[in-house]
């Protein structure tokens, strides 16, 4: 009989810990009753480690909250985090894809501006010397004019004018930098089309005395040029004429 209570007990007491959750069972045992984690203490998390520079584990942190929880407001706040974390750990690529993302799913989210900023920051933080490829300053300056055009009553719109005028000065280097090749290379019409585009997409930026003095080389020297080429070919001439007033009479004497 005895048996047989001690095991109805024992029943007993596992019906109760499976009916009222962990939390009682816990208490029994002098333990802490398990709280389950909340959106917003999973995102904190995320911004801890953020603040720490563990990007890595902010990204999986951050991740969890968007796809665990996509309809509270604090996602959207996660989907920022990512491209943040993915930015500041300079994967460009993907914090670009993360900041697109965020843009086209939210147009009216208030931290549209701050995402249009960032797109332009991953390709500014890729611009390479004016002496390499410029595809990322063109990116970068075609991101921030575009944020200047949408919001520009925007705080960030401020900070991308400032941003896109570096922006323009590189450009404007790089084509100085390929026309003044060009000019070395004795290639003047080609580098005349440089320097004068510079002068007309580029001015006040820092150039301008130095394109214009360019231009006026190139053209003496193109000018040059043309002369050499007129004289030569009037020389051409001259020995052509020359020669065939010495290989008449020889013809004149041949038929004879």
């Not at 720490?52 to 309809?71: N, S």
């Not at 010397?129 to 410029?134: E, N, S, Y």
């Not at 930026?205 to 193109?222: A, H, P, V």
């Not at 009037?234 to 020995?239: D, G, L, N, V, Y």
Request: overall charge positive; hydrophobic content about 35%.
């Amino acid at each position: 009989m005895m048996n047989r209570r001690l095991l109805a007990a024992v029943v007993l007491v596992s019906l109760l810990a499976s009916l009222t959750g962990c939390a009682w069972w816990d208490s029994i045992w002098g333990k802490e009753p398990r709280v389950r984690q909340t959106p917003e203490g999973i995102y904190q998390k995320g911004y801890e480690q953020y603040k720490k520079g563990d990007y890595k584990k902010a990204i999986e942190t951050f991740t969890r909250v968007r796809d665990e929880y996509p309809l509270n407001p604090v996602a959207l706040m996660a989907e920022l985090g990512i491209a943040d974390s993915y930015f500041e750990n300079e994967q460009y690529i993907d914090a670009e894809v993360s900041y697109n993302s965020f843009v086209d799913l939210h147009p009216t989210n208030p931290n549209v501006p701050y995402a249009m900023f960032q797109l332009g920051m991953c390709h500014y933080q890729q611009m390479q010397t004016i002496d390499r490829d410029q595809s990322e300053t063109v990116k970068a300056r075609k991101e921030f004019e575009r944020l200047m055009a949408r919001f520009p009553q925007s705080k960030f719109s401020i900070m991308a004018e400032k941003n896109l005028r570096e922006v323009k000065q590189r450009q404007a280097e790089h084509e100085f930098y390929v026309g003044e090749f060009y000019y070395r290379t004795k290639k003047y019409e080609a580098a005349l089309k440089r320097f004068e585009g510079i002068r007309r997409d580029y001015a006040n930026l820092g150039l301008d005395y130095k394109t214009n003095r360019f231009i006026e080389e190139t053209k003496q020297r193109m000018k040059e040029e043309e002369g050499r080429r007129a004289k030569g070919a009037q020389s051409a001439a001259e020995t052509r004429k020359a020669k065939e007033a010495t290989e008449a009479p020889k013809a004149q004497e041949g038929k004879k």
